[in-house]
């Protein structure tokens, strides 16, 4: 399975949840017509997009009222995003991670906080990741 980035909810209506990001992108807003839905207050019908095409990942705020914001600066047209970065549409915050793939025994790997190299837990083989862009 390729590396696919995912959005990691940790506050607001979706918190807790996981959101793996397609080729293509999500839509994300108050609308039931986005691929994300965001219930909070503060969020605009169509409030801001994902966009992922041939292994980049850009944030496009979609002309909302409150904005979308990145590691805590407000988004101004559109900006490239790296793993680790937090989104933040009103009240929900997301952090951009990679999902955790399946080796060819069905075991997830999970990434090493700060190391840079992924692995299996147990310490088992470890080799360098990059963001495709």
């Known amino acids: 399975m390729a590396d696919v980035p995912m959005l990691a909810c940790t506050s607001g209506s979706l918190a807790g949840t996981r959101i793996e990001v397609p080729e293509g992108g999500l839509d994300i807003g108050r609308s ?46 559109h900006q490239a995003l790296k793993v680790g970065d937090e989104i933040k549409i009103a009240d929900c915050a997301f952090m951009l991670q990679w999902a955790e ?32 862009f």
């Open 101 to 132: 793939p399946e080796d060819d025994t069905g075991v997830n790997r999970r990434l090493r906080r700060g190391t840079g190299l992924e692995g299996d837990s147990e310490g088992g083989e470890k080799k360098r990741w990059w963001w495709p």
């Open 32 to 77: 039931d017509e986005n691929d994300v839905v965001l219930t909070d207050e503060g969020v605009s019908r169509f409030h801001a997009r994902l966009l992922y095409d041939n292994g980049s990942l850009w944030l496009q705020d979609a002309g909302s009222r409150n904005g979308v914001f990145v590691n805590g600066v407000r988004v101004v047209g």
